[in-house]
Each structure stands twice: as C-alpha cells, then as structure tokens.
C-alpha cells in the first residue's frame, strides 16, 4: 500500500503539519501493526475479564506479546511505534485516559450521562423530538412489512413527572434517538457477518431541570420469516438492581453501538468529508484565485482532498480499519451512500436542521431566529452562537463585493461554479427542486455559510470528541457481538453472576478495541500548525480595508463566544453542560490546543 496518491498539487499537504505524521502513523497501523497484532490476537483470543483490564490500557499498561514489538520495529522506527501505540517500547501498550474517564470512574455508566451524551457527547446531531407516540417508521410497508414500534403507554407512564403522554407529547418533553429505519435493511446481511446487532429506538424525558432521561429502549430484528413480515421487538426499561439492571445496561451498549456506527459513517464521513469534497472541486476549477468567494472559502478547504484521498485508500476500504472496527463491516459505504439519498442542502444549515429534528422552532424574537425547546443543550447553544458569527462576517463580506443581486446574477465565474457543483459535483441530486437557485446575495451568503459551519464547526463538533468520549470503548463500543441473552440460557446464568464479564464479551473485542483507539487518538488531535475560525494562515489575503476590519470583528465575536461558553461550563444550574462525568462541553471552543485537547474549531476538515 503507497500512500503516493494522486492529489492535485495545491491540494496537498504542503506545510509542516502533524498530518504527515498522521499519514505515517495510519499507513503504519494498517500496513504492518494490524497483520501482527491480528496474528498475535488469534493465536491467543484474549477478552477482557474486567473493566480493570480495559482501564489497564491507560493506567499500569496493557502487556503486548514477546516479541511483537521487534517484529513490528523491522517496518516502524521505534519513536513512530512509541507514538502510535503509546508503549514504552518494552512490552506494555498505553492510551492516555479518556476525559470520560478522567474524574469518574464508573459515572458513564448512569443514565443521565447515557441521554447528556446526545446533546454534548460526540453524536450530538441525531436526537429528535417526539411528534408522534408511538414511534413511527418510514420504512416501505409492501417492502419490509410493519415496522410500527411496540412501545406502548404503559411503559412510560410512571416516569413522566405526572403526566400524561398527551400532555408531555403536547408540551414538547418527549424525544428520540432513532436507529431503527437506518439499520434495519441491513440488518439481515450486518447480522451474517458474526455481529449482532438490533434497530433501535430509545425514548427520553425532559425533566424539569433540563437533563434527559432514559424512558425505553426497543431493540429490534428483522422477522425470521423475511423482510415482508416486518421486524420482532423487545422493550426495555431501566432498572437498577439484580438482573434487570444489567439487562438495561446492555440495553444501552447495543443502543450505543449503533449511535457509534451512525456517527462515523452518516454525522461524520458522510455530512463533513465527503459532501464538502465537491465544493473543493469546483471552487477551484471555476473560480479564479483572485474571485472574492474562492478567497472567501479558500481556507476552509485545507487539507481536506488530502486527508480524504488517504481515507479512501486506508480507512474505509473495503477490508480497511473502519470495516474491522466499525459493526456495518463491508456495509458501511453502502449504507453511508443510501443515506445521502437523502441528504439536503438547505437542511444543513443550523437553524434548519434544529428545526427539521423538531427540537427547536421559528422564534422572531429570539437571538438567532430560532428558540430551543431543550434550552440546556450545548451543541445547540454554542453552535447557533457560532453559526451566527459566521454568518454576519458571510454578509459583510459578500455585501462588500456585490452590491445588488443583479451582480450575482452577471457573474459568470460565479454563475460556471454553482454550475458544475450542483450539476457535476453533486450530480446525483442535480434534479432536486430545493437547490438555491444562486440568482441573489442572500442565496450566496447563505451557501457560503453552510459550507464554512460545515468544514469548520460541524467537523469539530463530531470529529474532536472522539478519544475524549469513546478513547474508553465501554461508553462508545462499536460492534456488538451476541444478542441479549435469553432466560435458561448459560449466557442469562453468566448476566446473573458475572454481569460486568458478559457486557465485556458482548461490546467490541480486545484486537478491535486496540485498533480502533489507536485510530480516533490519532484522528481526535489537533496539529501543531492548525488554523482556527477567525484566522488565516497569510496575512496579506485581501488589501480591502473593509474586509479586513469585518474579518476582525468576526475574531473579537468569537472571543466573546469563547468567554461565553466558559461561563456557562462554570454555571452548575446548567447540568448538561458537564454531566456526571465532569467534562466541560468545550468541542465549538474556537480556539485550541495541540493534540488530544478536545476544543478548538479548525478552519477546515483537515483530519
């Protein structure tokens, strides 16, 4: 395997950047650290017994094998295997701890970090309010039969701080984490590949003081009679002791597995990477270097060809890590490329995207327009905080260059490269009606926007939470590996006696769990040469003085949005924005630190 790809040359990494560390580090993971670990690990299938074993990977250290560091050492320089896999160059591999894990041992574990992680965890884009009970789906009946949800009234109806479901359905306190519709096509064929896994639908409570509770989990399969008899569901609720409580707390694992799988391959791969790849293209094929908008956009594309190419040909590859580490296995892009059917591009702009879940609505007098019906929700809040920062420097920057829509509209380098991206770049939806149709400034603004949040915010927001939240594979486990045991079964007896054990040999294995944190430590660190929002590597990029002090006041705005968002981490009435595992929601904090620090904004997707 070379990672000599073919990108055009301005394109590539052309400064001194941790990623041509990272591109060593990855080529060296795949290409001769994963064959001998693979060996080593079937020779002698180790789980882990406990979850000392597992903290031992980031406390005493985790004993490699004799004689796999020498074999490995004869591809790798020592220094690159002492960085990769944190090792001391003996025999012992260590991780540094996960903050998830930094204060609290165990407080992952409880439900209220369970639901906090769906609005301040690294999956914070997927919730939605309830607007139907029970649960619908979207499947195709004369296709996949009644997937109708089988939750029903008296499953809830104790924990709903005295309410009905009308009433808590009326006043906007139900919502949902939804894996049901995405995986269950699949699931027949996920299934055949040795993982096990279920739909699923997890139903939440807004309490009064503004955290989520875990209401009920539906876990589902397909019928074993065929797709057009629907699916077999079972409903769980929580519980906290004897069996049932490890019940629930599977449960939740197989709930997270499948936030973990929608993570990586749909709020990250698919609505970061991939879908800002074609404004790259374009933008540098039709716009000249001198267009005010190729300026405009210019930095956020740094990298981003380059870091791509090296995923195709090393991480979702067909055989590559994400197959062996994530539970869709040889799936992934196909599932990862039905799901772009439908994708839309108004629809990834903030405000419409927090509208479209239904956990916000249209609100003339509120700040950004829109008004949060979680009000504690720190994605959310920040977010729009920074969506609206780039936002108004879009439009001064747009309003200084073209002064009515008529320009916009004569703009033949403008009008060539709205062309090509909708027709070429993004062909496969060039019929869709929604389209801005780049005929005034504020469809130019509002594109520029989404396409700035998008390679800068939203890339941050599900990308730099990855070690800090699931560098402890228990929270975030990517493959489950049997069922929920049965009554009667030895697995049931095993649940009852040995409960930690049997949710250890359910979640991801030891190889897949060395693997896969070995990969996010390195994809969740920021480079020593990293450019934030607010920044720009060139000094001399424009001499328009109006330019230059609107971009001035976008960094001052962002400063603000900074001391804001400390003094809402430091504000113990806002709950989620810590949670029970003691970690500051800090991942739209513009500016940021080198490596594993969990905060900082990239002007780009550059890792």
């Not at 039709?286 to 190419?309: E, Y």
């Not at 500051?584 to 904090?589: A, V």
Request: aromatic share 10%; glycine share 6%.
């Amino acid at each position: 395997m070379s990672l000599d790809i073919y990108v055009p040359r301005d394109e590539r990494f052309g400064h001194l950047k941790m990623s041509d560390f990272l591109a060593y580090a990855l080529k060296s993971l795949v290409q001769f650290i994963r064959p001998e670990l693979q060996a080593v690990f079937d020779k002698t299938p180790n789980e882990f017994d406990s979850f000392q074993d597992v903290l031992n990977l980031y406390e005493g250290g985790f004993p490699l094998p004799e004689g796999l560091l020498k074999d490995i050492g004869d591809n790798i320089p020592l220094p690159m295997i002492k960085e990769i896999f944190r090792t001391d160059g003996e025999r012992f591999l260590r991780f540094p701890v996960p903050q998830v894990i930094k204060e609290d041992r165990t407080a992952w574990r409880t439900d209220e970090e369970f639901a906090r992680e769906m609005l301040a965890g690294v999956n914070p884009v997927t919730i939605r309010r309830l607007q139907e009970f029970p649960p619908a789906s979207k499947l195709d009946p004369k296709v996949y039969g009644d997937h109708s949800s089988t939750i029903t009234e008296q499953h809830i109806k104790n924990n709903l701080d005295g309410l009905t479901v009308h009433q808590a359905l009326r006043g906007n306190r139900l919502f949902i984490l939804d894996h049901h519709d995405a995986f269950m096509p699949y699931l027949r064929r996920i299934n055949s590949t040795g993982n096990q896994i279920y739909g699923s639908r997890t139903l939440l409570f807004l309490k009064s003081d503004g955290t989520l509770k875990p209401l009920v989990i539906e876990l589902s399969l397909p019928h074993p009679d065929g797709d057009q008899f629907g699916c077999t569901s079972k409903v769980y609720t929580p519980a906290e002791h004897g069996v049932e409580s490890s019940i629930w707390q599977l449960a939740k694992a197989y709930v997270a597995v499948n936030d973990s799988g929608f993570h990586q391959l749909i709020s990250h791969w698919l609505n970061t990477h991939a879908v800002i790849e074609p404004f790259v293209i374009a933008t540098n094929r039709q716009l000249s270097v001198l267009h005010p908008v190729h300026k405009l956009l210019h930095p956020h594309f740094r990298d981003t060809m380059n870091i791509n190419a090296q995923a195709r040909q090393i991480l979702i590859n067909a055989g590559g890590i994400l197959e062996t580490t994530v539970f869709p296995a040889k799936y992934a892009m196909e599932l990862s490329a039905v799901v772009y059917k439908s994708w839309v591009f108004p629809d990834q702009a903030l405000p419409a995207d927090l509208i479209k879940r239904g956990v916000a609505v249209k609100d003339a007098n509120s700040p950004h327009g829109v008004r949060l019906l979680i009000e504690d929700y720190p994605y959310a809040v920040d977010g729009l905080n920074i969506w609206s920062a780039i936002k108004t420097w879009v439009t001064d920057y747009c309003s200084f260059y073209y002064k009515t829509d008529d320009m916009v509209q004569k703009d033949t380098e403008l009008q060539s490269w709205w062309k090509e991206l909708v027709e070429q770049g993004h062909g496969d939806k060039k019929n869709e009606p929604w389209w801005p149709k780049m005929q005034t400034r504020d469809e130019l603004i509002e594109t520029c926007t989404i396409v700035i949040w998008t390679a800068s915010a939203l890339h941050a927001a599900v990308n730099f939470g990855q070690y800090p939240f699931a560098g402890y594979l228990p929270n975030r486990p990517t493959v489950s590996r049997r069922f929920m045991p049965e009554i009667g079964t030895p697995e049931y007896e095993e649940l009852k006696t040995n409960p930690d054990l049997a949710f250890l040999k359910t979640v991801t294995a030891q190889l897949q769990t060395v693997l896969g944190v070995s990969l996010i430590e390195i994809l969740s660190r920021h480079a020593s040469d990293e450019v934030y929002l607010g920044q720009r590597d060139t000094p001399g990029w424009t001499s328009d003085t109006k330019v230059l002090e609107a971009f001035e006041r976008f960094g001052k705005k962002l400063a603000e949005i900074e001391a804001e968002i400390i003094r809402m981490n430091n504000d113990g009435k806002l709950k989620n924005r810590v949670g029970p595992v003691k970690v500051p929601y800090t991942l739209l904090y513009p500016t940021g630190e080198v490596g594993l620090s969990g905060k900082g904004i990239p002007n780009s997707v550059s890792i």
